[in-house]
């Protein structure tokens, strides 16, 4: 195990699939007691691989022969990525001390567990770094809800004392961290995982490029009012969810409540309810806040990004690529991040964002490469 040494920088990658199943982001950092990012790269899934892990997410049903071959697959697509982040930054594989994987997620269920797919000893061997992967089941064990985890990064890299910041995360699932000396955080609901779904169903692509099919269609405020009615929406802070619970079963439900409802019409409506929820959550348990930095894929959907800004005319709402970092990589600073918080053997406090038992843990499960990768020499 590595300790801690200010003069000695700690080289780590971080690397994130997310409940969008629009690919594998991933970076290369440097930290020391801040971080500087080295590279960054990205590989997209192809639809055959996307539209068999959403299969088995709404239904809920996997082979143990696909779960294996899918666990392979993941790994293999995150190899690539890391390939490309160590020739784009010229580092040698020995230079690089560790790797953070997420994984796919396939389930989360707390309080019993989260489950993320890749074999993360596969990666391990065939990058000869030692990978820190599951990083969620140790506060689910502790207690939590196991997501999100991404505010304890956001309250590291964006807490400002001279600006009330807000960070939104739009990824498959939306959440936030209201910053602060005890920053909290949670998830929200939806954020593109419905959108998404929802324009495989009709259209040709993976996703609605910039919002333009929504932008064409009306909001429905029965619809959107009936969306909103929920239960998860009235549940107090700290929570997760993901789309175990908001998916096409959970839509189309809804969807049949209001019969005559056009599809361009549900779409415009799926993004008033992402907009209307950051909205809401914001006045109602940060209303003091000036600002609001977004992140993850959503950010590239130009039309939800201006509803939310019409929602929220009296606050700054802008991309986290402001404070330093592309909005599509900050999870993978967060893994990165993680993977050096686990082999420096420093617990996180993720209290304030899961609900877990005060006492920190450390997260995630160790898959070393070799012997000699955890003995690092600092030569």
């Known amino acids: 195990m590595l300790t801690r040494d200010d003069k000695y920088t700690i080289t780590s990658i971080g690397l994130m699939s997310g409940s969008s199943l629009d690919g594998v982001d991933g970076v290369l950092m440097a930290y020391e007691n801040k971080f500087q990012i080295l590279a960054q790269a990205s590989t997209a899934f192809s639809d055959q691989l996307r539209n068999r892990i959403d299969n088995i997410r709404q239904s809920g049903k996997v082979s143990l022969a696909d779960f294996c071959e899918l666990s392979t697959k993941i790994a293999d697509e995150y190899l690539l990525v890391c390939s490309t982040l160590i020739d784009q930054s010229h580092q040698l594989k020995r230079e690089v001390n560790i790797i953070g994987a997420h994984g796919q997620t396939l389930w989360h269920q707390p309080p019993l567990y ?105 909001l429905n405020k029965e619809f959107l009012a009936s969306l909103l009615k929920d239960a998860f929406f009235s549940y107090p802070p700290p929570k997760s969810t993901g789309q175990e619970v908001f998916n096409m079963n959970w839509l189309k439900d809804k969807i049949n409540k209001h019969p005559g409802i056009c599809p361009l019409d549900v779409q415009n409506t799926l993004a008033e309810l ?102 690092t020499s600092r030569a």
């Open 274 to 375: 992402t907009a209307t929820l950051c909205k809401q959550t914001v006045d109602t348990f940060a209303p003091n806040t000036e600002a609001i930095y977004l992140c993850g894929g959503g950010t590239k959907n130009g039309y939800l990004r201006k509803r939310i800004s019409e929602l929220n005319k009296r606050r700054k709402v802008l991309s986290v690529e402001a404070l330093g970092i592309k909005p599509e990589y900050v999870e993978c600073c967060l893994m990165g991040w993680l993977a050096v918080k686990h082999i420096l053997g420093e617990p996180v406090a993720t209290h304030q964002v899961t609900g877990s038992n005060p006492v920190s843990k450390i997260l995630g499960a160790l898959y070393p490469a070799s012997q000699s990768q955890l003995a």
């Open 114 to 218: 989260s489950l993320q797919i890749c074999n993360y000893a596969r990666l391990a061997h065939l990058t000869g770094i030692s990978v820190v992967g599951d990083i969620r089941n140790a506060d689910i064990a502790n207690g939590g809800t196991g997501a999100p985890l991404a505010p304890i990064f956001h309250s590291a890299a964006f807490l400002s004392p001279e600006e009330k910041r807000a960070i939104i995360n739009l990824g498959g699932i939306a959440n936030i961290t209201v910053l602060s000396d005890t920053s909290r955080g949670w998830d929200m609901g939806p954020g593109m995982t419905l959108m998404d779904s929802w324009y495989r169903e009709h259209k040709n692509g993976s996703f609605d490029i910039d919002g333009n099919w929504a932008q064409q269609g009306h």
